[in-house]
């Protein structure tokens, strides 16, 4: 009986975690830049400031990522295709780089790689025009 209720409370509890824990944020984030450049980001309890990052041409961007939150993420970044063309982990209160080629026009998914997260609001895109 103990344990059902346990079990019970156990499944109750992980179907909330998407709600309780979606860092406060709302709406998409767009920071507009030109190829070369360095972006500054931020990476917290469940969200990445900007989300959505517009850049004016192909080339190559610097995403320098400070990570706010107590828990380790990572940066995830695919092709159009959907290969992955870079990713790194940042610490929790760390700051890491991550230099991304951007070879052609169209959109790059970039999640956290980390189970559960990108469910919990760890996505975004970089759009090359």
Same mark, same amino acid.
């Given at each position: 009986?103990?344990?059902?209720?346990?079990?019970?409370?156990?499944?109750?509890?992980?179907?909330?975690?998407?709600?309780?824990?979606?860092?406060?944020?709302?709406?998409?984030?767009?920071?507009?830049? @030109?190829?070369? *450049?360095?972006?500054?980001? =931020?990476? %917290?309890? /469940?969200? +990445?400031?900007? &989300?959505?990052?517009?850049?004016?041409?192909?080339?190559?961007?610097?995403?320098?990522?400070?990570?706010?939150?107590?828990?380790?993420?990572?940066?995830?970044?695919?092709?159009?295709?959907?290969?992955?063309?870079?990713?790194?982990?940042?610490?929790?209160?760390?700051? @890491?780089?991550? *230099?991304?080629?951007?070879? =052609?026009? %169209?959109? /790059?998914? +970039?999640?956290? &790689?980390?189970?559960?997260?990108?469910?919990?609001?760890?996505?975004?895109?970089?759009?090359?025009?």
């Amino acid at each position: 009986m103990m344990v059902r209720r346990f079990c019970m409370f156990l499944l109750l509890s992980l179907a909330a975690v998407p709600v309780s824990c979606s860092g406060g944020r709302s709406g998409k984030v767009t920071e507009q830049m @030109e190829p070369g *450049r360095e972006l500054e980001m =931020e990476v %917290g309890s /469940y969200y +990445f400031e900007p &989300d959505r990052i517009v850049v004016s041409g192909k080339g190559t961007i610097v995403i320098v990522m400070t990570n706010v939150s107590g828990d380790k993420h990572n940066l995830t970044v695919e092709n159009p295709a959907g290969g992955i063309v870079g990713g790194v982990d940042v610490g929790a209160g760390a700051t @890491e780089t991550l *230099r991304v080629d951007l070879p =052609e026009p %169209g959109t /790059y998914p +970039f999640y956290c &790689d980390i189970p559960f997260h990108p469910r919990m609001g760890m996505t975004g895109e970089i759009v090359v025009q």
